[in-house]
């Protein structure tokens, strides 16, 4: 049980264009998910917090605009990187709770290369 | 700020020993204590969940709460090659708190 999946696995881009990431809860319902980004050999940071029908809150020195944040189902958020630039390329990993728990559970991330 | 802290190592332990890892937190209030494994390319993946103080055994892994003292450590037993990764201890907050890991090392 409580399976998160992505998809994309592995998704490259050209410099500009926009890129939408799924995230879903497949064994279990999520009332709040979290993505997170990771560059080589850093430690995870969080980007966001996504509450299924309201609006996602985003840690300090993340562009709101830049990373939007759709929380649509209590199954499925979608992180949307628009503009991207190569310095976005990096590895982003959903997580979520299942309702009434403590674990947070990480899907298998995303890698994204923007050329 | 609440903060969890580890020592990023390397540790590196011979195969079949017993691999311990160590965490300190800030936040005296904090109520559970999460350890995940995360291979290199890979997300994490959660091995162990704590809330009381003392411990909690599953398989190899054996996870220990000290509340009084803020740590919580990870004793790995008969330690195997594919035990080689980076272990981070979260504590709950909404959202969890990471530390930033240690990385592991099985010397076969």
Redesign the interface.
């Known amino acids: 049980g409580a399976v998160v999946s992505q998809h994309p696995s592995w998704v490259i881009c050209k410099s500009g264009t926009s890129v939408k990431i799924e995230c879903r809860s497949l064994d279990f319902q999520a009332t ?1 998910m ?1 993505w997170y980004r990771q560059f080589p050999k850093q ?2 940071m ?1 980007m966001a ?1 996504s509450n299924e029908g309201s609006k996602a809150t985003y840690e300090q020195g993340v562009e709101k605009d830049k990373f939007l944040i759709n929380h649509a189902s209590l199954t499925l958020s979608t992180l949307t990187v628009t503009s991207a630039h190569p310095e976005d390329s990096s ?1 982003y ?1 959903c997580s979520a709770t299942p309702l009434e728990s ?8 995303t890698r994204l290369t923007v050329t | 700020q609440k903060e969890v802290e580890q020592n990023s190592g390397p540790l590196s332990v011979p195969e079949g020993a017993i691999a311990s890892l160590n965490c300190t937190y800030s936040d005296r209030g904090s109520q559970s204590f999460f350890w995940y494994r995360q291979y290199s390319g890979k997300s994490p993946e959660l091995i162990m969940f704590i809330y009381s103080n003392g411990d909690k055994e599953d398989g190899r892994f054996t996870a220990q709460l000290n509340k009084a003292s803020q740590y919580v450590s990870l004793l790995i037993r008969d330690s195997q090659p594919s035990d080689s990764a980076t272990y981070l201890c979260a504590v709950r907050n909404t959202p969890l708190v990471f530390g930033k890991g240690t990385r592991l090392s099985v010397i076969a």
């Open positions: 709040t979290f430690s995870l969080l917090t590895f990993i403590h674990e947070q559970y990480f899907g298998p991330g």
